[in-house]
């Protein structure tokens, strides 16, 4: 069993920047891949970004020029680094591990979830 619980969400103006960490239970992080996925008001979940336990990653085509995600697996930690946020980036952002090591954009692949943490733009 793994449990995640995300932080660093909140309010930020147009044009800055927000690290969100997921914090993941457990003795094998390194073996699971991890995704960050966000949902707006009224809108479906959303892939934003993937990462394997070595580091490769997957982006969302419309996240690849201002989303970053890492992760530390010393820390049980993935990051997601968002850059020149805009009011269309608000929404609760989660994040996701899948037991496998293969990573995947479907949300339906992935086993354990965290809580989300809001991420609000103002304009």
């Known amino acids: 069993q793994v449990q995640l619980v995300e932080s660093g969400g909140g309010l930020v103006q147009a044009g800055g920047s927000l690290r969100l960490s997921c914090a993941a239970s457990?003795?094998?992080?390194?073996?699971?891949?991890m995704g960050w996925f966000r949902q707006a008001p009224g809108k479906e979940r959303e892939f934003v970004a993937a990462i394997i336990g070595g580091g490769i990653t997957y982006y969302a085509d419309s996240m690849k020029a201002r989303f970053t995600i890492s992760r530390d697996n010393a820390k049980n930690t993935a990051y997601l680094q968002i850059n020149s946020l805009k009011p269309e980036d608000t929404a609760v952002y989660y994040c996701?591990?899948?037991?496998?090591?293969?990573?995947?954009?479907?949300?339906?692949?992935?086993?354990?979830w965290g809580q989300g943490t809001q991420v609000t733009v103002s304009s």
């Open positions: 996701a591990a899948r037991d496998r090591v293969r990573l995947s954009v479907n949300s339906d692949e992935y086993d354990y």
């Open positions: 457990g003795r094998t992080f390194s073996s699971y891949a």
